[in-house]
Nanobody, 126 residues
Framework: QVQLVESGGGMVQAGGSLRLSCAASGRTGDRYAMGWFRQAPGKEREFLARITWSGSSTYYADSVKGRFTISRDNAKNTVYLQMRSLKPEDTAVYYC???????????????????WGQGTQVTVSS
């Protein structure tokens, strides 16, 4: 079992930046690929980014490519999502998730991930 806790959300003006963190605890000795998702009110959960266990490969949704960067520090059991050039449409609850299939590459479905954090709210004002 892995517990995930997101932090770093908040309110920011359009064009601003935020960095989200996701701290893992529990069975952190196991290997996981990690992903970030978001869900806006009335919308389905949306895949944003994925990083392999080693951090050597990353994958992004088109909607955030070039603006968001996923990274991880396995020594700290933490995954990050650096968000730049934020837009009002980026407003959502942001979730990190862990995937036991750590060798798999392009996995973007919510059903592909085994553990989830509680989410952190990001609000971008115009």
């Amino acid at each position: 079992q892995v517990q995930l806790v997101e932090s770093g959300g908040g309110m920011v003006q359009a064009g601003g930046s935020l960095r989200l963190s996701c701290a893992a605890s529990g069975r952190t000795g196991d290997r996981y690929a990690m992903g970030w998702f978001r869900q806006a009110p009335g919308k389905e959960r949306e895949f944003l980014a994925r990083i392999t266990w080693s951090g050597s490969s990353t994958y992004y949704a088109d909607s955030v490519k070039g603006r968001f960067t996923i990274s991880r520090d396995n020594a700290k059991n933490t995954v990050y999502l650096q968000m730049r050039s934020l837009k009002p449409e980026d407003t959502a609850v942001y979730y990190c998730a862990a995937d036991q299939a750590y060798l798999a590459t392009w996995r973007r479905g919510s059903e592909d991930y085994d553990y989830w954090g509680q989410g952190t709210q990001v609000t971008v004002s115009s």
